[in-house]
């Protein structure tokens, strides 16, 4: 079955410590994106990749960073520099990042120790 | 600032009767129209995209674009408790092709 990938399901960052959350794709789209989503809140874009190894920042990247190396993946790390990372994260992806829908992963809940 | 509004509700529908979800957006020149559903805790789920101007059909749920009022509905037919979620409006092809989500309306569903 095609479909959007994220692991962990549920993580916990210790003070000071990066964590990475993982985000992969088998259906062969060339864009992905990561949004964050606080509790009652809407989708927040943090980064978006249209092709590999090229990706933007969105509208809060500040305290995380992305890496696109393959077409399938797109890992997020939360640095310590991002002081409140407790959301809910979710990865998507869409076949070109133009006109065409996205397709999310059933996302990452992190929470700070 | 491209914007896309929604009305945070909570709108509340009796089971069986119709649910109207409304959305406005700001970009005039947007192509594509999209909603999702999202259950509490959960990912967005697309339900239903819309392209051009009128009413498009898919089971209980029709969803209807007038480009010229910058305005898209979803229409939940003969709604059931398991539709009470948030739903997103989503809106793309505009004049930076980036997607912009509206913040959602709740819906719940009285039994």
């Known amino acids: 079955d095609g479909g959007i990938t994220q692991s962990p399901k549920y993580l916990f960052r210790k003070e000071g410590q990066n964590v990475t959350l993982s985000c992969e794709q088998n259906?062969?789209?060339?864009?992905m994106y990561w949004y964050r989503q606080d509790p009652g809140q809407g989708l927040r874009l943090i980064y978006y990749s249209q092709i590999v190894n090229d990706f933007q920042k969105g509208d809060i990247a500040e305290g995380y960073s992305v890496s696109r190396e393959k077409k399938e993946s797109f890992p997020l790390t939360v640095t310590s520099a991002q002081k409140n990372p407790t959301a809910f994260y979710l990865c998507?992806?869409?076949?070109?990042?133009?006109?065409?829908?996205?397709?999310f992963g059933d996302g990452t809940r992190l929470s700070i120790l | 600032q491209k914007e896309v509004e929604q009305n945070s509700g909570p709108l509340s529908v009796p089971e069986g009767a119709i649910a109207s979800l409304n959305c406005t957006y700001s970009?005039?020149?947007?192509?594509?129209f999209f909603w999702y559903r999202q259950y509490s805790g959960k990912s967005p789920e697309l339900i239903m995209s819309?392209?051009?101007?009128g009413d498009k059909e898919d089971g209980r749920f029709t969803a209807q674009l007038n480009k010229a009022s910058q305005y898209v509905s979803l229409l939940i037919r003969d709604s059931q408790p398991s539709d009470s979620a948030t739903y997103l409006c989503?809106?793309?092809?505009?004049?930076?092709?980036?997607?912009?989500f509206g913040k959602g309306t709740r819906l719940h569903i009285l039994p």
């Open positions: 259906l062969n789209h060339d864009a």
């Open positions: 998507a992806s869409s076949i070109d990042g133009g006109r065409q829908p996205q397709h």
């Open positions: 819309i392209y051009s101007n």
């Open positions: 989503a809106v793309t092809g505009g004049r930076d092709d980036k997607i912009i």
């Open positions: 970009d005039r020149v947007s192509q594509s």
